[in-house]
């Protein structure tokens, strides 16, 4: 039997997204911080936290985990007091990730459809309160994968590898607590940012033909309606991030649900179509971390210059300095 297509893949894979990864994040997380991109701070502050997020699940998971398993698998990292550990920020990172993406599209959904409400929650102090309460709440709900880990084989006394203890999979209190978590993360922010996009969309179409029947009646010609225009940088970049979520979410969702519905813990070989899928299900979440900072380069203007200038200034430094 050959090497497995699924894991050629892989290899190739989770390197180039380990190397995309780390830098695109961080230059989100840089561009953003300086606040001109023409952005509100509350929403500057979400999309750093997810960024942030993002860059911790990129280190923990692809590189830590996937890249560390193909090149370095008799590293420290897989000495179990390490990996442990990893596999928990891996974890808690996701969780956070997930959920600042659903205070995001809340946010939004807010602001877009309850204007009353929008001084009083869309603001810097509301969204640095939500992050922060996310992050605790989503490290705090982990903190029982740390424990769920035991050795593979102790080799020279040092305990190697993680694995699931026999517990996990005989426990009724384990099994409750993997339902839990399956539901948390990712279902219910799913299902969550899919009807907050529906509802949002279903009110910007009234708000849409409203407008235009006024100003039509008003003006009796149509002319660009200045509040909507304003509107819509914000609307292009929640509907990105939502968009790009459900998408690179809905296999692992639905592996999930089928998982669970059929009770599917083992795979007959690394060919077999319910193991191919739930890889594939794992790459296209992992992407997820690193499309943001695509998104706001092709939807914002300003990061659009704000990235320019960021490029030109170590390059005019080289140029003065050989000038000089």
Known sequence: ???????????????????????????????????????????????????????????????????????????????TPVCRPIKYLGSAATVVSVWLTVAFTCDRFVAICYENLKTKYCNEKTALAVIGTVSVLGFLESVPWYFIYEPYLTIDNVPRDCIFKVIFRTSPVWAAFELFHLILTPCVPFFLILLLNVLTVRRILVVSRVRRGLRGRS??????????????????????????????????????????????????????????????????????????????????????????????????????????
């Open 1 to 79: 039997m050959g090497y497995p297509v699924i894991f050629q893949i892989e290899d190739i894979y989770y390197p180039a997204l380990s190397a995309v990864g780390v830098p695109v994040n961080l230059v989100a997380i840089l561009i953003l911080s300086r606040g001109k991109c023409g952005l509100s701070k509350c929403i500057s502050c979400y999309l750093v936290g997810m960024s942030v997020a993002d860059l911790l699940v990129v280190i923990t998971d692809p590189i830590l985990t996937r890249v560390g398993q193909i090149y370095f698998r008799n590293s420290f990292l897989f000495i």
């Open 219 to 324: 003006n009796g010609e149509n002319h660009q309606d200045p509040e909507m225009e304003n509107r819509k940088k914000s609307i292009i970049l929640l509907f990105s991030i939502s968009g790009s979520f459900i998408l690179l979410w809905m296999t692992q969702v639905v592996n999930n649900i089928y998982r669970r519905m059929t009770d599917t813990r083992y795979y007959n070989s690394f060919t077999d179509p319910r193991y191919i899928t739930e890889s594939t299900s794992r790459i296209l979440q992992l992407l997820s971390s690193c499309t943001n900072t695509c998104i706001y380069v092709l939807t914002q203007a300003k990061f659009r210059e704000e990235l320019k200038n960021a490029v030109k200034y170590p390059l005019n430094l080289i140029v003065k300095l050989v000038k000089s």
